[in-house]
């Protein structure tokens, strides 16, 4: 049984494209992410993964088609009835993104002030610290970004877009870049975002071992569609040629 059919979709997109001029990136992309699961994206670098979740979340405007968060289509709304919505979502960028002239804790506290409008210095505080001791990076708060390794600043990233309590957390390739242990700790994280919090996750990554080991459902993208879209053992018989050579290459270089 699909995994759609059990479980209420936090998220749906039906026929969705988005172009860039001649370059027709997403040209017909129906995806469900059902509630409070770990779905992972994957798919050939440039094949717009990127621009898929952009596009979920409003970061780009779709050229057509429609993308629903829970009963709300977000499509038909103004820009001005999508700012509470937008709440609902975190997004952890590809390269973290951090603000690199400010501290750590001030970084961590720009979205509450920002989004939700926390004006109690000693709340913003408390939830700083919280969140930093959740990340196991207890007490970097007056540090700057360039004195955090590489590993470090990707779990600040991580804890940048969950202070928010978003409902759903977008993971733009939370790993890429990192050594196979520090990569490790990233996908945890990813999980225990998703078990501990309760939050649906969604991940784009180039790790297919990670992917077929912690994800629910996977989607494969590729050159606007989605190609194969299941859970990891679906995925993993699928007939399609380029799947299955994509997760044979991927599994046979860990295996060197
Ligand atoms: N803002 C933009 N304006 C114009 N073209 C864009 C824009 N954003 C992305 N593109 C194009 O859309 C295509 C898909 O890009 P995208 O970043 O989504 O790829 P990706 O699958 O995330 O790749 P990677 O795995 O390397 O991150 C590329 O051809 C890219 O040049
Ligand atoms: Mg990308």
């Not at 992309?29 to 992972?40: D, F, H, N, Q, V």
């Not at 820009?79 to 975190?90: M, Q, S, W, Y």
């Not at 961590?108 to 930093?132: H, Y």
């Not at 360039?146 to 877009?161: F, I, Q, Y």
Request: charged share 30%; glycine share 8%.
């Amino acid at each position: 049984m699909k995994i759609e059919e059990t479980v209420r979709p936090i998220i749906r997109t039906e026929n969705l494209r988005k172009v860039f001029g001649e370059n027709r990136v997403l040209e017909d992309i129906t995806l469900t992410i059902p509630e409070k699961s770990l779905c992972a994206i994957i798919g050939q670098s440039g094949t717009g993964k990127s621009v898929l979740i952009k596009s979920i979340i409003g970061m780009l405007k779709p050229d057509g088609g429609r993308v629903w968060f829970r009963d709300k289509e977000l499509t038909a709304l103004s820009d001005e009835e999508l700012i509470p919505l937008r709440k609902a979502f975190g997004y952890s960028f590809q390269n973290a993104a951090l603000f690199d002239s400010m501290t750590i804790g001030e970084n961590l506290a720009f979205p509450l002030k920002e989004v939700l409008r926390i004006r109690s210095q000693r709340e913003i505080k408390e939830r700083v610290s919280q969140l930093l001791e959740w990340i196991e990076l207890p007490g970097i708060e007056s540090k700057r970004p360039d004195e955090l390794s590489g590993g470090m600043k990707k779990r600040v990233g991580v804890a940048r877009a969950l202070i928010t309590e978003p409902e759903v957390l977008f993971f733009d390739e939370p790993t890429t870049g990192l050594d196979p242990v520090l990569a490790e700790t990233i996908n945890n994280l990813v999980v225990r975002v998703n078990k501990e919090l309760h939050i649906t996750c969604v991940m784009i990554t180039h790790d297919i071992p990670a992917a077929f080991r912690i994800a629910g459902k996977i989607s494969f993208l590729d050159r606007g569609y989605i190609i194969a879209d299941g859970r990891p053992d679906e995925i993993a018989r699928s007939g399609h040629g380029m799947v299955r050579d994509f997760i044979r290459i991927s599994f046979n270089e860990l295996s060197l």
